[in-house]
């Protein structure tokens, strides 16, 4: 069955500058007293303002202004006075420079009209959060296509997160074979036993141009130059001890996230996950991210682990840090990246439950046991001055 919500938006125009405000805040922007200053946070950004015990009544007034979209002279005429002038400058460009206000400037596309704006009202403002050209995205999220392979329990969540999020069309297939359009993003459930069919689906994809169409955005010039040749697949692993969602576009990372996210819960015993419960939550998840793909705005290689009969989600992160040019780090810079080998979930390795009671004089030690296999070899044991050194 196919959902089409709305017609993708037309092509746009250019955007009429003289109609756009001055100063506008990004959504999701929240501030906070401080003893001599404020503090403000946004999607992915946060600071702190210092110098003035009462920069926050400043804040107060000038931030719901900034929020409906305001200028200079209209914050500095709420505070009353003329003198307030370089106090609302220092805020605005705090705001600026860590990306907390909208960028009129380099928009592309128009803001969508009021009906779209009302009806996909959370999609929208996630994007202006986030995006540096959000309307774009959201065009491109309205004239896309994703389909849905999978069992009912997980199919049916993702179908409505997908288009609740303003996606253009929506395609659920029960099987491989229905998959016969041009499509931007396919979301895959593997359920147990299906890893040899998964397996042969993705050298049929690999082999064919079954899925081409698919022209990737990413907030960076460089990736937007690259087009993609082939639909971006999302795998969905479904397991009655965890459940994996993602990343998008690398299946082969995905299947070495479930692997370890699997030994991670045997070592652990963190029992069988609240299943068919967590199918729903691992569809709606896989709608955020096909979204987020669309939209250009996954670009760290994004999953989430389910698990425990409690359900708990956790989102990890299978991006690599770029080394730096650096030749050498510092000691707790490099105890920090060592840290990922324990991380859990996507860590080799896992800490020993008898560290703790592990005497730390005259040496510091450091056990570690190996998640997966190889745990019956028993944990392994390191020793040095400090911690510090053991640790690495």
């Known amino acids: 069955m196919t959902?089409?919500?709305?017609?993708?938006?037309?092509?746009?125009?250019?955007?009429?500058?003289?109609?756009?405000?001055?100063?506008?805040?990004k959504p999701y922007l929240h501030c906070a007293p401080l003893p001599d200053g404020v503090y403000f946070s946004g999607a992915r950004a946060q600071f702190t303002l210092r110098g003035w015990d009462r920069l926050f009544k400043v804040a107060d007034i000038c931030v719901p202004l900034l929020e409906d979209g305001t200028s200079e002279d209209e914050l500095v005429s709420a505070l009353g006075s003329e003198q307030a002038r370089p106090v609302v400058r220092r805020l605005v460009e705090g705001l600026r420079e860590h990306g907390m206000l909208l960028e009129p400037a380099r928009w592309t596309v128009p803001a969508p009209e009021?009906?779209?704006?009302?009806?996909?009202?959370?999609?929208?403002?996630?994007l202006e959060s986030v995006h540096p050209d959000p309307y774009a995205a959201f065009a491109r999220v309205r004239a896309a296509t994703v389909a849905v392979i999978g069992p009912d329990a997980a199919v049916r969540p993702a179908?409505?997160?997908?288009?609740?999020?303003?996606?253009?069309?929506?395609v659920a297939a029960e099987a491989d074979a229905d998959v016969d359009v041009d499509v931007d993003v396919v979301i895959r459930c593997v359920a147990p036993g299906e890893r040899a069919e998964w397996t042969r689906w993705l050298d049929a994809i690999d082999a064919t141009d079954t899925l081409d169409g698919f022209d990737a955005f990413d907030s960076s010039d460089a990736e937007a130059s690259r087009p993609r040749t082939r639909a971006v697949v999302l795998p969905v692993?479904?397991?009655?001890?965890?459940?994996?969602v993602g990343p998008a576009g690398d299946p082969g990372s995905g299947a070495a996230l479930f692997d370890r996210a699997l030994a991670w819960a045997r070592s652990t015993q963190a029992g069988p996950a609240a299943r068919p419960v967590a199918d729903a939550l691992a569809g709606a998840?896989?709608?955020?991210?096909?979204?987020d793909v669309v939209a250009g705005i996954d670009d760290t290689g994004t999953a989430h682990v389910l698990h425990g009969a409690e359900l708990r989600s956790e989102r990890v992160s299978l991006a690599l840090d770029r080394p730096g040019p650096e030749s050498f780090i510092e000691l707790d810079d490099a105890v920090e990246s060592a840290t990922v080998l324990t991380r859990r979930w996507t860590g080799l390795f896992d800490r020993s439950s008898r560290?703790?009671?592990?005497?730390?004089?005259?040496l510091s030690l450091r056990e570690l046991t190996v998640v997966g296999r190889g745990m019956?070899?028993?944990p392994v044991t390191v020793w040095a001055p400090h911690q510090q050194a053991a640790t690495l």
């Open 3 to 25: 959902f089409t919500a709305d017609p993708p938006l037309p092509l746009p125009r250019p955007l009429p500058r003289s109609r756009t405000r001055p100063l506008r805040a």
């Open 114 to 126: 009021d009906a779209l704006r009302t009806r996909y009202a959370g999609p929208l403002a996630h």
């Open 159 to 170: 179908l409505r997160g997908l288009t609740r999020a303003g996606i253009g069309r929506v």
């Open 237 to 244: 692993w479904l397991h009655d001890e965890v459940l994996v």
């Open 285 to 291: 998840l896989a709608a955020q991210l096909a979204f």
């Open 355 to 362: 560290e703790d009671r592990s005497p730390q004089m005259p």
């Open 376 to 378: 019956d070899k028993g």
